[in-house]
Nanobody, 131 residues
Framework: QLRLVESGGGLVQPGGSLKLSCTAS???????IAWFRQGLGKEREAVSC???????MYADDVKGRFTIARDNARKTVSMQLSSLKPEDTAVYYC??????????????????????????WGQGTQVTVSS
């Protein structure tokens, strides 16, 4: 059973950087993990996903600025946020699934384009981009 805990959020100026971490108890090499965000008054949206075979996918509005990575030994998935903009302000969540699959690159594509939903979620960490 996946148990997900996010950390690393905070206040950063526009153009700055921040690294988020997702500690994923129960993570196996077969799991994909995705990052989502939800701004105030907005719907939750997928921003990145890393597959079981380490393929990485990003939403168009973060591609080139955000980088997702996994460390299976530490059971951690990170996301480096750079060139941050005020519109990146949101609560950021990591998410996965113990039942859906196979969790390949195609699985991540389905998450990014909102074709499937995940069922294990962390509590979220706040990222605020402001001067």
């Amino acid at each position: 059973q996946l148990r997900l805990v996010e950390s690393g959020g905070g206040l950063v100026q526009p153009g700055g950087s921040l690294k988020l971490s997702c500690t994923a108890s129960g993570l196996t090499p077969n799991h994909a993990i995705a990052w989502f965000r939800q701004g105030l008054g907005k719907e939750r949206e997928a921003v990145s996903c890393i597959s079981r075979d380490n393929a990485k996918m990003y939403a168009d509005d973060v591609k080139g600025r955000f980088t997702i990575a996994r460390d299976n030994a530490r059971k951690t998935v990170s996301m480096q946020l750079s060139s941050l903009k005020p519109e990146d302000t949101a609560v950021y969540y990591c998410a996965g699934s113990d039942s859906l699959g196979p969790q390949t690159q195609d699985f991540c594509a389905a998450i990014i384009y909102r074709q499937i939903s995940l069922d294990q979620w962390g509590q979220g960490t706040q990222v605020t981009v402001s001067s």
